[in-house]
């Protein structure tokens, strides 16, 4: 298994506080990703990385921001945690830089509650 | 829109076989994975497909028809760990690495 750590593992907050998850591998991959899981959504990319400083957004950005200042270490931010932020959070890493899909390494997931 | 269509719930029974599809749109297709998620868990990669044809691998193959933007994800002599949620994600040109996610196949295997 790749090797992928997410910390916390769980977490309870108030409405309009920050919040950061991370997301660290030891595989020198040069793709990250942050994706939420919700009941009847699937899992949606929230913000991904091709590089260190390198992000873009995806499908459900809003309310999210990211950095990633090491190749190893990929930040997610809940610039003020609101209830429908509640969810699973995964991280995911890939590491090929060719044409093409290559495979994506999930990390074992942060449970956020926000009340 | 880049749909992807999977059955939300199937049951089968230990020792059977069963068959998990997955439709989705053609236009732009650039290759389909089928990942394992076992509830509380993270999803884990079983297959990927980019070409026609069956891959098989153990008790699991997964086929893929580009033309028809069908694929399959064939599970056998099904035991009872292989409860879980099937998901097939789908990579279109064009989407910059993004996969895109169908809702996932809720299979029961029973005794």
């Known amino acids: 298994d790749a090797g992928i750590t997410q910390s916390p593992r769980h977490k309870v907050t108030e409405t309009g506080t920050p919040v950061t998850l991370r997301c660290h591998q030891t595989?020198?991959?040069?793709?990250m990703y942050w994706y939420r899981q919700d009941p009847g959504h699937g899992l949606r990319l929230i913000h991904y990385s091709y590089g260190v400083k390198d992000t873009d957004k995806g499908e459900v950005s809003d309310g999210y921001s990211v950095s990633r200042s090491k190749t190893e270490d990929f930040l997610l931010t809940l610039e003020s945690a609101t209830s429908s932020q509640t969810s699973v959070y995964f991280c995911?890493?890939?590491?090929?830089?060719?044409?093409?899909?290559?495979?994506?390494?999930f990390g074992p997931g942060t449970r956020l509650t926000v009340l | 829109g880049q749909n992807i269509d999977q059955p939300t719930e199937m049951t089968a029974t230990e020792g059977a076989i069963v068959q998990i599809n997955c439709t989705y749109q053609?236009?732009?297709?650039?290759?389909l994975f089928w990942y394992q998620q076992h509830a509380g868990e993270a999803p884990t990669f079983l297959s990927y497909n980019v070409l026609d044809g069956l891959e098989e691998k153990g008790r699991f193959s997964s086929f893929l028809s580009r033309s028809k933007g069908y694929s399959y994800l064939l599970l056998k002599e099904l035991q009872m760990k292989d409860s879980a949620s099937y998901l097939c994600?789908?990579?279109?040109?064009?989407?910059?690495?993004?996969?895109?996610w169908g809702l996932g196949t809720s299979l029961a295997v029973n005794p």
């Open positions: 595989e020198n991959h040069r793709y």
């Open positions: 994600a789908v990579y279109w040109a064009g989407n910059n690495r993004k996969l895109i």
């Open positions: 995911a890493i890939s590491e090929s830089p060719g044409v093409g899909a290559d495979t994506q390494y």
């Open positions: 053609t236009s732009g297709f650039n290759g």
